[in-house]
């Protein structure tokens, strides 16, 4: 069975910095497409980044190279590090993986994922 669980997130000062994870087991992780998306209060669901199994990245436009997306495919695990965070950041940040999408496909589109974690909240107060 497929399992994606977040962690890393907490409440953090406006400015400051942050790092999410996201650890997948039950099927071969360094083949899977691999997308971070949050959802803010009463906003809907935005992709934030992904990248493919050969690394190459995409980012939303309000990411503006803040959140650079890595993964380790040795320890099955996506990252997400976040710096100078600002309040419009607060939200619940899931983790989301696929077995067909390519790059350049609609990475943001989150109906393309089979596969979510629970999420994990981050807070900047304001």
């Known amino acids: 069975q497929v399992q994606l669980v977040e962690s890393g997130g907490g409440s953090v000062q406006s400015g400051g910095s942050l790092r999410l994870s996201c650890a997948v087991s039950?099927?071969?992780?360094?083949?899977?497409?691999m997308g971070w998306f949050r959802q803010g209060p009463g906003k809907e669901r935005e992709g934030v980044a992904a990248?493919?199994?050969?690394?190459?990245?995409s980012y939303a436009d309000f990411v503006k190279g803040r959140f650079p997306i890595s993964r380790d495919n040795a320890k099955d695990t996506l990252y997400l590090q976040m710096s100078n965070l600002d309040p419009e950041d607060s939200g619940m940040y899931s983790c989301?993986?696929?077995?067909?999408?390519?790059?350049?496909?609609?990475?943001?589109?989150?109906?393309?994922?089979?596969?979510w974690g629970p999420g994990t909240q981050l807070t900047v107060p304001s």
């Open positions: 989301a993986a696929d077995g067909d999408l390519v790059y350049g496909d609609r990475w943001y589109d989150g109906m393309q994922y089979d596969y």
């Open positions: 990248i493919n199994n050969d690394g190459n990245t």
């Open positions: 039950g099927y071969p992780y360094s083949t899977y497409y």
